[in-house]
T-cell receptor
Framework: SAVISQKPSRDICQRGTSLTIQCQVD?????MFWYRQQPGQSLTLIAT?????????ESGFVIDKFPISRPNLTFSTLTVSNMSPEDSSIYLC?????????????FGQGTRLTVV | AQTVTQSQPEMSVQEAETVTLSCTYD???????LFWYKQPPSRQMILVIR??????QNATENRFSVNFQKAAKSFSLKISDSQLGDAAMYFCAYRSVGSYGKLTFGQGTILTVHP
């Protein structure tokens, strides 16, 4: 299993500024995932972060807007840059452990971001 | 690409009664994994139950069971003896074999449990 500590849990930010969200895992993991959950909506994958390489972004998400760092096997950050009210969402990090059928995903508690 | 659809934005149930949440998906893959996650107001995602497409037997976890219809690409969740603590947003999710934990989620169903 894996326990993920995500912070901040919530923040209110001014438009045009940036916020960096941190996720710390209590064990070494290969992949980390960042999701966005817009108000009342589903989780949408932003990018996959593998240690030692650049993150892989999903369609509709770009590195300039959502730069990700993955400096080691237990830590990752997501920055939401030049924020606008449309960026108001919950952002969650996730990882997985195990292989094949036994692969299980674990999630941080999310960061509720409000842009004013 | 795979898609997951939950057609019930909201559902409600009386305490101790049974409720079924619907989920359909679209994929061209023959083997994959399906999940139901619960997200209470705390925002913590909690795994409720999972099913491997290769296995025909429906998964069961205590009061939670699924009806997996592979040909129809349907994966519904049945909650028996509903409890107040079951109130949450429920997400159906799909994972490809070998995707290292990357999930595709449905839109979610808000479940309200009435005492």
């Amino acid at each position: 299993s894996a326990v993920i500590s995500q912070k901040p849990s919530r923040d209110i930010c001014q438009r045009g500024t940036s916020l960096t969200i941190q996720c710390q895992v209590d064990s070494q993991v290969t992949m980390m995932f960042w999701y966005r959950q817009q108000p009342g909506q589903s989780l949408t994958l932003i990018a996959t972060a593998n240690q030692g390489s650049e993150a892989t972004y999903e369609s509709g998400f770009v590195i300039d807007k959502f730069p990700i760092s993955r400096p080691n096997l237990t830590f990752s950050t997501l920055t939401v840059s030049n924020m606008s009210p449309e960026d108001s969402s919950i952002y969650l990090c996730s990882t997985s452990t195990g292989q094949g059928w036994n692969t299980e995903a674990f999630f941080g508690q999310g960061t509720r971001l409000t842009v004013v | 690409a795979q898609t997951v659809t939950q057609s019930q934005p909201e559902m409600s149930v009386q305490e101790a009664e049974t409720v079924t949440l619907s989920c359909t998906y679209d994929t061209s893959e023959s083997d994959y994994y399906l999940f139901w996650y619960k997200q209470p107001p705390s925002r913590q995602m909690i795994l409720v139950i999972r099913q491997e497409a290769y296995k025909q037997q429906n998964a069961t976890e205590n009061r939670f069971s699924v009806n997996f219809q592979k040909a129809a690409k349907s994966f519904s969740l049945k909650i028996s003896d509903s409890q107040l603590g079951d109130a949450a947003m429920y997400f159906c999710a799909y994972r490809s074999v070998g995707s290292y934990g990357k999930l595709t989620f449905g839109q979610g169903t808000i479940l309200t449990v009435h005492p």
